[in-house]
T-cell receptor, first 111, second 112 residues
């Protein structure tokens, strides 16, 4: 089945230690998104790619970076995680102003 | 600017009772409207969407929603709640962009 895959599902890192979360898709969608979701809140868009065109939200901290080496893969890099970065990170894809399809998420714990 | 308001952060119903989750939006142009469901420690799953055409939209798991332009609403309903419907529900709007504007979510509890 076509889908959005996120690995790992749970990630534990240490304060200040760089961490990378990955997302892949088999839907061949040209738009990919990264969201941060904290407990009992709506997802917050960090950035998105339209093909290779990177779009950063104005309030996304510089500590968060992203890479999209090809259509299928997208990575979220957190350069120096703080305790406040502990959250669920959701990847989503869409075919341009159509339905966004979400992956299962990666829950990040910062010790 | 577009916005979405979900009235009631928590809704509790008995199993078998009607489910009504409210969503109002603000948009100066015709929106695309979505309802997503999120189970604990999972991603968001699309329940249904409205883009154009018929204003009553049927989705998965017996849910439906009606787009009412005059009321700027897109309320989600289900005639008879099941225990498995307990989850967080998000209403979202998309207007002329690739982005979704989410409401703050409604947590549905279903009691036996």
């Amino acid at each position: 089945d076509a889908m959005v895959i996120q690995n790992p599902r749970y990630q534990v890192t240490q304060f200040g230690k760089p961490v990378t979360l990955s997302c892949s898709q088999t839907l061949n969608h040209n738009v990919m998104y990264w969201y941060q979701q904290k407990s009992s809140q709506a997802p917050k868009l960090l950035f998105h790619y339209y093909d290779k065109d990177f779009n950063n939200e104005a309030d996304t901290p510089d500590n968060f970076q992203s890479r999209r080496p090809n259509t299928s893969f997208c990575f979220l890099d957190i350069r120096s995680p703080g305790l406040g970065d502990a959250a669920m990170y959701l990847c989503a894809t869409s075919g341009s102003r159509e339905t966004q399809y979400f992956g299962p998420g990666t829950r990040l714990l910062v010790l | 600017a577009q916005s979405v308001t979900q009235l009631g952060s928590h809704v509790s119903v008995s199993e078998g009772a009607l489910v009504l989750l409210r969503c109002n939006y603000s948009s100066s142009v015709p929106p695309y409207l979505f309802w997503y469901v999120q189970y604990p420690n999972q991603g968001l799953q699309l329940l249904l969407k409205y883009t154009t055409g018929a204003t009553l939209v049927k989705g998965i798991n017996g849910f439906e929603a009606e787009f009412k332009k005059s009321e700027t609403s897109f309320h989600l309903t289900k005639p008879s709640a099941h225990m498995s419907d307990a989850a967080e529900y998000f209403c979202a709007v998309s207007v002329d962009t690739d982005k979704l504007i989410f409401g703050t979510g409604t947590r549905l509890q279903v009691f036996p």
